[in-house]
Every structure is written in structure tokens, then in C-alpha cells.
């Protein structure tokens, strides 16, 4: 995040989200969503993969934001070519198979649902932005039934219910504020939860929850 906004005489470091739909009315739409925000730059949309792979540099993008429906394998070529640093969020309905494929083979960071809220959105953005996974609640619903114990893992329903606040991008913060604990108490939590998954940190374990819990 190179680029940064003088806010209030302030420097705001700026994620830059380059948006890659074919859809004119969807790119619009978040750009009004994301545009306004402090600490977040549209660095440039592309309604097709061609115009897309012209736009996109390691020096203008930190998370590109598009759909699993472009059409012509376009989100398998964006994939391929966009550089390492550059983060994926990807819209889909959110089927399980389909949730899986982006996840595990595809390895993209962030999924939304088609009709994702607002706030969902900005929240995605940047969780992933900040090294984490983000899953829609809805999508993470869909994966993650609480039956962990079926792959040999064993945590308790206080941590089975962090570690699903955690697959939905919550900060330990307002995990703390959510379920009325202290701070320092969600953070044993975590540890409790990254040693029993074998997880290096929160990104990992999430990959390792869908791994062990994807019942469907």
C-alpha cells in the first residue's frame, strides 16, 4: 500500500483496488461503495480480462476485486498473470463446491456473496488487505458446521465459535466485544485454536478450518 492520502494533515496509507467486472452497473456500484473511503483508492477498472491484464501493475494494485462468471476463463488468466503482491476477492454465489474451488485451487483470499451489503464489502476489503482471509458469513455458514472433531480436531464450542468469527474477518477487538470476554482472553483463544489446527497464524488457520470442516 504505497500511496497514501493527507487526511486532516494526516497520511493515510491507501489500499489501491483495481475492479474487474463485466458488469457496468457492479463496477459502479463499488466504486460509489469504496471511492468515498479514506484509506482505500480505486486504482483502475476493466470490464474484461484483456483490458484488465493492460491496467494491472505490482505497483498500482494491492487487491483486485472481480467475479468467478468472467466469462472465458477470465478469472483462471487473471490468476495467472497478476503478480504476487496483488490479493483476490471474488464474487460468487456462493456454493460449497464452488466456494472449495476458489479457496483450496485457487487460493484466492476473499470471497463475497453476488449480493454482498456494503459494509461486507469494505470489511473484505480489508481484512484481505491486511494479510487475513475473508468469507462472507453467509458462504462461511455454508462451509463451516461446527464439526471439526470429524478430521481429529477438538475444540471447544467457545473456540469453534471464535474461530468462525475469525473465518469472517473480526478482529480479536470486537470478537472481544461480541461475546462480552476480555481481550487477552480471545487472544488465549487464538493461540489454543492456531496450536490445535498446527497453524502459523489466523490466514493459515482458516485454510486449515475449511480443510478440516468442509462437510459438504
Given amino acids: 500500500m504505497a ?22 452497473i457492479l463496477r459502479e456500484a463499488l466504486k460509489a ?25 505490482s505497483d498500482n494494485t494491492d487487491i ?28 460468487s454465489l456462493g456454493r460449497p463446491k464452488e466456494a472449495r474451488t476458489l479457496l483450496f485451487d485457487l487460493k484466492v483470499s476473499g470471497l463475497l456473496k453476488m449480493n454482498a ?3 461486507d464489502i469494505k470489511q473484505a476489503v480489508r481484512t484481505v488487505a491486511s494479510g487475513d482471509i475473508y468469507i462472507d458469513p453467509v458462504i462461511s455458514d455454508a462451509l463451516l458446521d461446527g464439526n471439526i472433531e470429524k478430521k481429529g480436531v477438538r475444540l471447544s464450542n467457545r473456540q469453534l465459535q471464535i474461530l468462525k468469527m475469525i473465518c469472517e474477518g473480526f ?24 496450536k490445535k489446527l498446527g497453524a502459523a497464524d489466523r490466514a493459515q488457520a482458516v485454510s486449515k478450518a475449511y480443510e478440516s470442516a468442509i462437510l459438504k
Avoid: W
Avoid at 3 to 24: H, L, M, P, W, Y
Fill in 117 to 119: 451489503v456494503m459494509e
Fill in 171 to 194: 478482529t480479536n477487538k470486537r470478537i472481544s466485544f461480541e461475546l462480552g470476554i476480555s481481550e487477552d482472553t480471545v487472544k488465549t483463544h487464538v493461540r489454543s485454536i492456531l
Fill in 64 to 91: 483486485i476485486l472481480t467475479s468467478i462468471y468472467l466469462p472465458d476463463q477470465g478469472l483462471c488468466r487473471l490468476l495467472e498473470f497478476a503478480n504476487s503482491s496483488a490479493r483476490f476477492i471474488v464474487f
Fill in 3 to 24: 500511496n497514501e492520502r493527507d487526511i486532516g494533515g494526516k497520511s493515510v496509507a491507501c489500499i489501491r483496488v483495481f475492479i474487474v467486472d463485466q458488469n457496468t
Fill in 33 to 57: 461503495i469504496l471511492g468515498p473511503e479514506n484509506d482505500i483508492e480505486i486504482a483502475g477498472e476493466a470490464s474484461n480480462v484483456d483490458e484488465a491484464l493492460t491496467g494491472i501493475t
